[in-house]
């Protein structure tokens, strides 16, 4: 009885297991992993130039570039997760001047996290709920469509917050804007402790509170 427990709970652990995956890569290689929309996606990044785009595919598609091949020897892209899901992590020892420069392309509607120390991060026609986090650089987030969100929580500890699509441009220190609406869809949250926070959109939805 034991022996057919034993097989029974490896047998549901195997399936459990079975889509989950990873893949890793070397920067200047590119890294190709399926990714379904409305999936949820964690960014654990060293300092780099980072841009993530929304497209119409079902799948997570990774570029990125350096300044010379030995420092992208030494930055690796690991995805791991399944198609509802998954952590994309940057790591490796670089010099300063790198000018290490990451594009994540992945589906357009996508709940989405992002850590990183320093550099800037771009996010371009991302539908879904953002939580970004930078210790020193610049967030940009854009989108050509109406924003449908139901919380907006911006802040800079020292530097400036802009969001023209909602007369916002403040700066110095503890610069910040929040917005919410009652019949919006997502949540977004930005802190960068020095730097900037730039929220652009032709349209907006709700007003500042």
């Not at 709940?111 to 026609?125: C, T």
């Not at 802040?155 to 110095?172: H, L, N, R, T």
């Not at 949250?189 to 939805?205: C, F, K, P, W």
Request: net charge negative.
């Amino acid at each position: 009885m034991k022996i057919l427990w034993v097989a029974a709970t490896a047998a549901l652990l195997a399936c459990n297991l079975s889509g989950f995956g990873q893949t890793e890569v070397d920067c200047g290689q590119t890294l190709d992993a399926p990714l379904h929309a409305r999936a949820s996606l964690t960014i654990d990044s060293r300092p780099a130039a980072l841009e993530i785009a929304g497209t119409d595919k079902e799948s997570i598609h990774v570029t990125c570039t350096a300044d010379d091949s030995a420092t992208a020897q030494r930055v690796r892209l690991r995805f791991s997760g399944t198609p509802d899901g998954g952590d994309l992590t940057v790591t490796g020892h670089y010099g300063k001047n790198n000018n290490l420069r990451i594009r994540v392309e992945v589906p357009r509607k996508l709940n989405l996290r992002v850590s990183m120390g320093a550099g800037e991060v771009k996010v371009e026609e991302i539908a879904g709920d953002k939580d970004i986090d930078l210790y020193a650089g610049q967030i940009s987030i854009a989108s050509a469509r109406p924003w449908d969100y139901r919380s907006v929580d911006l802040s800079v500890d020292i530097g400036e917050v802009k969001a023209p699509a909602y007369g916002a441009d403040k700066g110095g220190f503890f610069p910040s804007f929040t917005k919410k609406t009652a019949d919006g869809e997502y949540g977004l949250h930005a802190h960068v402790i020095t730097g900037e926070i730039d929220l652009l959109s032709r349209n907006a939805r709700g007003s500042a509170e």
